[in-house]
Structure formats: C-alpha cells, structure tokens
C-alpha cells in the first residue's frame, strides 16, 4: 500500500538544500519569506515617497494660496493651470495620499514587511504554511499599487472623494472629474489590496498558530508575534467586509443599481435611482475602517515593544498585560465603528453606546502606554535610532491618542467632526505613530534583512527632523480644528474666519517640506547600505529572539541545521544572576543555574528540586 | 499507518496548516456574506417600501437538492479516496462537478424567474437587487469550487501519489461543503425575509 511514495517525500524534504534558484524565482516571483518581506517593505517607502510628494503638494496650495508656482504647471499640466493647483486636483492629492498611506504604506507595508520577515524568523519555522500564497499576497499588492498609480494618468485624474470614498459623490461618475474612471480604478485597486491582505493574513495566523518551533508555546512568543497575530485576525475579520461595501459601490456606479443612491439631482438632471441609503454604506465601511486604524497601530505597538525591551536591556513591563491589552482592542475594535457616525443622525442612544465602547478603548491603549514607560524606567538605555523611532512611536501615540477621547465623545465630536482637529488626532495617533514603529522596525531589522548595519548619525539626523517636523506640522493644526476650520477646503483666503489661519499654514507647510526633506536622509541611508554598510555580526543588539540565530547570509530555510528549541520567554535581559545582560531564547535553564528564579519552571517539581540542590551548594539565596 | 511512512515532520505540519489556512479563508467568505445580510437587514428596515416583495421561485429548492447531492457525492469520492478506489473516485467527483454546474444552471435560471417577474438587478427597491448580490457572489465562489473539483479529478486521472490526493480531496471537500452551507444559510436568510 505504501511503496509507491516515498520518493515524492524524500524529494520534498530535501528541497531545503538543494534549491536550485533562477534570477526570476530569487528576486522577483520568490516564495522566501525574506525576499517577499523586502519586496512589500520598498514597495511600501517608494509609495510612502510618493503618497509624502502628494501631501507636499496640497500643503503648497494651502500656504500660498494666491501664489503661482510655474514649475507646478511643468509637471502637472492642466492640473497646475498658471502654476496654481487646480481646486479638483487638491481633493484628489488629499484622496490619494490618505489611500496611499493608510493601505499601501501602513497596512501593506507594515504588516507586510515586518509579519513576513519575523513571523518564521521569530517563531523557528523554515517559512510560511503557504509559500505560493504569500507570494500571491505580495504580487497582488504591487498590482494594486500600480493601478492606484496608474490613475493618475487618465484624463479625468485620479478619485478624489477622500480615502473614505462616500457615495454619493463618489457613486455618481458624473458628479465630478474624480468619480469617473479615476474612482473606478481606486475600487478596483483596493478590491486586488484587499485580496492580497486576506491571502497574508490567513497564512500569517496559520503559521503562527502552526508553524512554530519546539517549546515555543504562545506565552514565549515576543510581542511582535502576538501583534502581527491579532492585526491578521482583525485584518481577516473586516477586510472581507469592504468587499462587500466595494463590490455594492461599484454596482451603483457602473451597472445602475441604487443601494447607496437616492433623490440626486447632477447638473440640472435627475438621477434615476430611488430608495437608496448612502448612510448603509458608511456603516460598512466603517465595520472595516476602524479595525482597519488598529491594523495600521498594532504592528508599530508590536516593534515598539521588542525594541524598547531590548534597548532598555530589561524585560518589557507586563508582558502578559501587554498581549491581553492586544487582545482587547482586537475585540473592541469591531464596536466602536459608530463613532465615526455621530453627526449622520443617529440615534442618541446608539451613539451614546458607540460613545462608551470608543472610551473604553482608552483602557488598554493606556495600559500601553504605561508599559513602555515602565519598561524605560531605570533601564541601561542604549539609544540607537532604532531605540529614538521607538519612544517617538510611544510619544505620538499618547498625544494623539488624549485627543481621542476628546473625538469619541460624541457631544465634542459633533463640534468637531470633520475639522483640523480630527486631521491633528489620527495623523499623530495612527498616521505618526505607526510610520514611527515602521522606520524603528527599519533601523533595528536592518542588519537581518540586508545582512548590513544602516549608518546611525544620518538615523540621528532623520529621526529629530522628522520627529520636531511631525509635531510643528500636525500639533497646530488642533487649534485650527478648535476654531471650526474644515478639512479638506482648497482655500482658506476664500473665507473670512479662516483668514487668520493662513499664517499658520505658512508654518506647517514649511515644517512640512523640512520634514520631507529629511526623508531623503532616510533614503540615502536605506539604499546606499544595502552595497556599503558595514558589515553586521549575527546578533549586533544583544537580542534573545531567535532571528539572531540565524546566519547572517540569508539561506533558503533559515536555519542550516535543526531548527533551535525554545526554553524561555524572549525578555531576559539585565537577569540578576547572569553574567551576560541578556540571555536568548535558545539557552536551557541548565546553563543558567546561577539566574534562574523558581517561577521559570513552571511548577516543574523536579527541575525545582535539582535548582534548590544547586542553590544550596553554592550558597545562593534568592530574593524576589 | 501509510502516512506515517511517508510524512516528514515538517510535511505534516505544513499539511495541516494549509488546511487551517483554507478554514480562515472559509471564516473570511462568511464576514463577506455576514457582512451583505447586515447590509440587507439594514436596507430593508429603513422603509416599508423595501424588502423583496415577491416569493422565491422553486428553482431555488431544486439547486437546494442539487447542491445537497453533490455535497454527498463528493464525500463518498472522498471515501474512495480514502481506500485508494481510484476508478470510484472519478467517477463520483465527476458526478459531483456535474451536480456542480446543474447548480450553477438553475441559479441562472432563477434570475431568468425573477426578470420575467418584473424583478430586475437595476432596481429602485435594492432588497430586490440583493437577491441578485447574495447568489452571485455565491456562484463566484461556485466557479472557484468547480475549478479546484476539476483539479481534484486530474489528481485521481493521473494519478498523483496516494497521500496528495487524499490531501488534495480532502480540502475540496471541506471547500464544498462550505459552499453548500453557505448557500442554504443564503436560502434561510432570504425565506425568512421574503
């Protein structure tokens, strides 16, 4: 019954060594882990460069309103009439810079990098469960990416209904040039993104809860790990809804069905289509949207932890309190889409509930922020840009995050909404923070994906640019809010209680360009290291996770032997006891007798019993 | 017994997260569908003029009885499988995609039902466009299962290694069975709102 299959397997179990590659199977349609997490990761900065030239732009037109630029009009033709951005033009710069940097930079290349690259590294798997598919999850991305791009070369210019893309005017093609085909093309771009999201996420979860090495139980899983863990489920569980949102949207635009559309009238004539709610589809978008920020944030909180752990040379500060803080904004991210809502004519009632689960969010949010704290607290710091990106993420993330509790108030909310206030608070909390933990995960995995170190005095430059730059940007901008000005208006010279703010724009559109500009100093430093670098050592921070067992030289399955076994959590640095001030994953209490504290074995009665021994032969006594 | 001998550690492991993979993309679909019925609930509460107004034609119980079939066909392929009964197997999967595309006829069909009622997918009454919505999602997902059935059958044709197709049946299976589920939860839901 058996003998005729053993082949097949000894072929397959050999494929680890003898892996012969092609300069297409190595560079581009690769199905290593490492390769598609560099892949999603330059994807992620050339769009992040593109979505921050975008954002440039609309910021020019809002500080000189009045003024031409010529040099707009080279570039951007008929977008750029006489030099000055065109009033259709802005709405589709704001539209596709949030879209570019909310899905492409954020989600796709955070998630996609950093779950790619850490979650066989971390866990000791050889690769994903599914290779193929996560190779299918990069390509389907870069497609997306590219049509999102490509709209900007179409007559009409790209969507620009904003990146939440409310019908009616982004379901009615005719309303303005940036729901004709442009916004057609934005659908069907996020249809391949969300495609590509659900197809890593599952192998992400799959892996995780499958794929890990000997004595790696998910209570010795770094919190990187349980962060990529939980934004995949939530990723799973929302994305999967915006099709649906998607796919009804698109329905009404090109096929003439009305589920968001009703009594519209567009340039003198009256539209056929009857009975329609635009508000059924804010609350399908936003069922995905929120959950869809907490994407964005748990990956940066995941880095930030690791980092700040390692850089602090302590163990991070309630760990346990750090997954279960994790696992509660999992689960209230999905009841508090209503806040978004507040002013579509709710009912009170149900704002109210919206209101009171959008607060308790506050909770777990505070708890982490706490940790870090708690985790700086008298460590030996050793601050590598890595480490400034890390306590930056943990800066923007309690001054976006206070404002937050301001928005989720429905009462303030309803003053609020859609004002500079709203820009100041996600931009800190999801859009600074989560780029923060981005380039802090950058700097630290460097030496494991390039097998180089980055050079830390440009890293010092680029983080105080960009950390003072993001402030003076988005910090006034609450002020604006306060006052009443709206987001996403071309020109504040055109009315009179907005003038004043004018002079404010000169500020933050300066600090804007700075800002920018200090961006190159991450470029160069990024591609320049890859040839040029110095050469990293396997372990060059000091770490105890198992990515730094790994050889420097990527090889085709990660580890040359046996994958190591696991026998402790990934936080034992500074151990009282140790000589060393930190002490991996990999190394078995045996061989460290002199640090181990009775509570490391887990009620084991007979390792306890051999550690008494050896405490009372060499005189240790343990004080806890 | 015979897996054993032929499974490496890391084959099985890798085996059985493919499997749990297929088991979150199978949760994803529903969030998909969840997600449509809330949509639908919600449309159809906001006015008495909404809902869909006309009863749902009796094609919708034969692809009922249809799909139910092949839903049973395809475990019995899975069983042959199982005792390396290769011949049984192509045939009974071969009954199971033509059960499949039957299916996927009568739910056409069922549209053809609902124009000649006047009930068209361009519609002012969108509860009546969502019974268009819910089955065509659902014969997308169809086509994705015939497809991955057609590939099972070329498996059992060839024949691939004893313990691949058995994997490769097996996960059709579980995907088929979803897929029926799936369209009888479909089926409830819109009798119950008819």
Request: glycine share 8%.
């Amino acid at each position: 019954m058996s003998s005729t299959v053993i082949s097949h397997g000894a072929a397959h179990h050999d494929s680890h060594d003898h892996h012969h590659e092609t300069f297409l199977t190595k560079y581009v349609f690769s199905q290593d882990h490492k390769m598609i997490a560099k892949q999603f990761l330059i994807t992620g900065i050339v769009m992040a460069v593109f979505a921050m030239v975008l954002s440039i732009l609309f910021r020019i037109q809002l500080a000189w309103p009045d003024k031409e630029f010529p040099i707009l009009e080279v570039f951007l033709g008929k977008w750029a009439e006489g030099g000055r951005i065109k009033p259709d033009f802005f709405l589709s710069l704001v539209t596709i810079h949030g879209t570019m940097m909310v899905f492409f930079v954020l989600t796709a290349g955070l998630s996609g990098t950093f779950s790619n690259l850490l979650i066989p590294y971390q866990l000791g798997a050889r690769d994903m469960a599914s290779p193929l598919m996560n190779m299918l999850s990069y390509w389907f991305f870069f497609i997306a990416c590219v049509i999102m791009v490509a709209s900007f070369f179409v007559e009409s210019g790209p969507a620009s209904a904003g990146w939440t893309i409310y019908p009616p005017l982004s379901a009615v093609p005719t309303a303005i040039p940036g729901s004709g085909l442009g916004m057609t093309m934005w659908l069907v771009s996020m249809f391949l993104f969300i495609v590509s999201q659900v197809l890593g996420g599952v192998n992400y979860i799959s892996t995780i809860l499958n794929m890990r090495t000997k004595g790696m139980d998910l209570w010795k899983m770094p919190l990187t790990i349980w962060a990529f863990f939980l934004t995949a489920i939530v990723g799973l569980l929302s994305f999967p809804v915006l099709v649906s949102a998607v796919v009804l949207l698109f329905f009404d635009r090109s096929v003439g069905t009305s589920f968001y559309l009703s009594d519209l009238v567009v340039g003198g004539e009256i539209l056929p289509n009857e009975g329609g709610s635009p508000i059924l589809f804010q609350h399908l978008f936003w069922f995905l949207g929120h959950p869809e920020v907490y994407i964005v944030v748990m990956p940066a909180l995941g880095l930030t932890s690791e980092i700040i752990s390692t850089n602090s040379r302590k163990p991070i500060f309630g760990y346990h309190a750090m997954v279960y803080s994790l696992v509660g904004i999992t689960v209230l991210s999905f009841i508090v889409w209503g806040h978004h809502m507040f002013v579509t004519g709710m009912n009170p009632f149900l704002g109210g509930v919206f209101m009171i689960t959008t607060l308790i969010i506050a909770v777990p949010s505070a708890v982490k922020a706490f940790n870090y704290i708690a985790t700086l607290w008298r460590g030996n710091i050793r601050f590598t840009p890595a480490m400034m990106f890390a306590i930056g993420m943990v800066s923007f993330f309690v001054s976006g995050g206070v404002t937050g509790l301001h928005l989720g108030n429905a009462a303030l909310d309803i003053n609020l909404h859609d004002t500079y206030f709203v820009v100041a608070h996600f931009h800190l909390v999801m859009g600074s923070a989560s780029i923060f933990g981005m380039l802090a995960g950058v700097y630290h995995w460097y030496p494991k994906m390039f097998g180089r170190m980055m050079d830390t005095k440009l890293g010092y430059l680029h983080f105080w640019l960009t950390f003072i730059g993001a402030y003076l940007v988005f910090f006034p901008m609450h002020f604006m809010g306060i006052d009443g000005v709206p987001r996403r208006y071309y020109a504040f010279t055109e009315f009179a209680f907005m003038e004043k703010w004018v002079s404010v724009n000169l500020l933050v559109t300066w600090a804007a360009i700075i800002a920018g500009l200090a961006q190159v100093a991450f470029l160069w430093n990024f591609f320049s290291s890859i040839w040029k670098g110095k050469k990293a050592t396997q372990n060059p921070w000091k770490s105890n996770t198992l990515e730094w067992t790994t050889p420097v030289e990527h090889i085709h399955g990660n580890w040359p032997g046996e994958i190591p076994t696991v026998y402790r959590w990934p936080y034992d640095y500074s151990k009282p006891g140790h000589d060393d001030d930190f002490i991996p994953q990999t190394t078995p209490f045996s061989e460290t007798m002199s640090s181990n504290l009775p509570h490391d074995f887990e009620g084991n009665e007979e390792a306890i019993r051999i550690q008494n021994e050896w405490n009372k032969q060499n005189n240790r006594e343990i004080v806890e | 017994m015979v897996d054993t001998e032929y499974m490496t550690e890391e084959l099985v492991q890798s085996r059985k997260a493919k499997k749990f993979n297929l088991v979150l993309g199978m949760i994803g679909m529903f969030m998909m569908f969840a997600a449509l019925s809330s949509g639908f609930i919600v449309y159809t509460a906001s006015g008495v003029d909404k809902g869909i107004k006309t009863l749902l034609p009796n094609t919708f119980i034969y692809s009922t009885i249809v799909i139910v079939l092949s839903s049973l066909t395809l475990h019995l392929a899975y069983q042959a499988a199982k005792l390396e009964q290769l011949k049984k197997q192509r045939v009974l999967l071969l009954f199971t995609i033509i059960l499949g595309i039957a299916f996927f006829a009568l739910q056409l069909h069922s549209w053809s039902v609902f124009t000649d009622r006047g009930i068209y997918f361009v519609n002012n009454n969108a509860s009546q466009s969502f019974l268009f919505v819910f089955t065509g999602m659902h014969l997308a997902h169809i086509i994705a299962g015939l497809i991955v059935l057609v590939r099972c059958y070329i498996g059992a044709a060839k024949p691939i290694p004893f313990p691949d197709n058995k994997f490769r049946m097996n996960l059709a299976t579980i995907f088929w069975h979803f897929l029926d589920v799936l369209w009888i939860y479909i089926y409830v839901f819109l009798l119950l709102n008819q």
